[in-house]
């Protein structure tokens, strides 16, 4: 979907986007339409465009996916109420409708958020290539979460801890990078990467003097480009 929005600077307009759409602003993309700079008789405002849909919407789960919350609470894996037990079916009768043994438990809960254990022999293949896989079948948890009238839960599918590892090993890529990048004075491309592990980067190296980064492409999946600037 499209909207636009307008403020003082494109900094003000992207931050109520992001505000109103409930999204971080590396979720949607922007373009300028209007710019107008404060002058004797008019005030300076900037106008933008935010392109968004049901899948960049969705994307935000990951984003408050992160395996470091202080609040989450580890405890019965068993379904505790009635939503919990048609989420716990659903995911379950999903996955061996695709030809997979597996066994689906309540990881932990949070308040609006509930995470999904998927135990299973084929976990590689559920988890898929960087967690697609993955990703699509958190997609479609959510979905059934909100015909279930429940679109105030998130869901968040792990397997073998496999949410936690790519945090981890895009934190290690991030410094890497870094470091490449500070000694060639050139910048790096990284691969594709979902909105929550593309604002993981950002994130990582903001606070690194001589590098910075942006995303690059189009859709969900875009590119991180971690770029030398040099001490200012």
Known sequence: MTYEFEAKTEKEAIELAAAELGLESDQFDVEILETQKN???????????VQTDDEVKQASLESEGSFASAKRVFA?????????KRLVEFVSEMIQKMGYEVKVEVLF??????????NSPSSSILI???GKNLDALQLLANVYAGRLGREDVRIILDSENYRIRREESLVRLAYTTADKVRASHNSILL????????RLIHTTLNDIGDV???????GLYKQVRVIYKGLR
């Open 39 to 49: 002058s004797l008789f008019k005030k300076g405002y900037v106008r933008i465009r």
């Open 76 to 84: 019965d894996p068993l379904p505790q109420d009635e939503f919990e």
């Open 109 to 118: 809960r949070e308040e609006h958020k509930i995470g999904i254990k998927l």
């Open 128 to 130: 898929g290539r960087k």
């Open 191 to 198: 691969e594709p990467m979902n909105p929550f592990e593309r």
């Open 212 to 218: 910075e980064t942006k995303s690059e492409g189009e």
